[in-house]
């Protein structure tokens, strides 16, 4: 039987910072049943949340993102 003797050490990446009126791309996918499709969207950061970005497009409406999803540009 093995036996632990020293842990790897985890050293953390830093986390992307948001933001107000930065640009942000995020990409959703959708399967229509014959294949997935993919959509980018670009729009500027309305509002930072903890765990979301609020997204507003070119065409004025205004989505709330996941921030794991969303890229600053």
């Known amino acids: ?3 632990l003797i020293k842990k790897a ?3 953390a990446m830093d986390e992307v910072k948001f933001n ?3 640009v ?3 990409v959703t996918e959708f399967f229509d049943g014959r294949g997935y499709n993919a ?3 670009v729009g500027r950061i309305v509002k ?3 765990v979301t970005v609020d997204v507003e ?3 004025g409406n205004v989505y709330r993102v996941n921030k ?3 890229t600053v540009l």
């Open 1 to 3: 039987m093995a036996k």
């Open 24 to 26: 942000a791309q995020y």
């Open 9 to 11: 050490v985890i050293v």
């Open 39 to 41: 959509t980018n969207h």
């Open 68 to 70: 794991k999803e969303v």
């Open 57 to 59: 497009l070119k065409s």
């Open 20 to 22: 107000v009126g930065d």
């Open 48 to 50: 930072v949340n903890r």
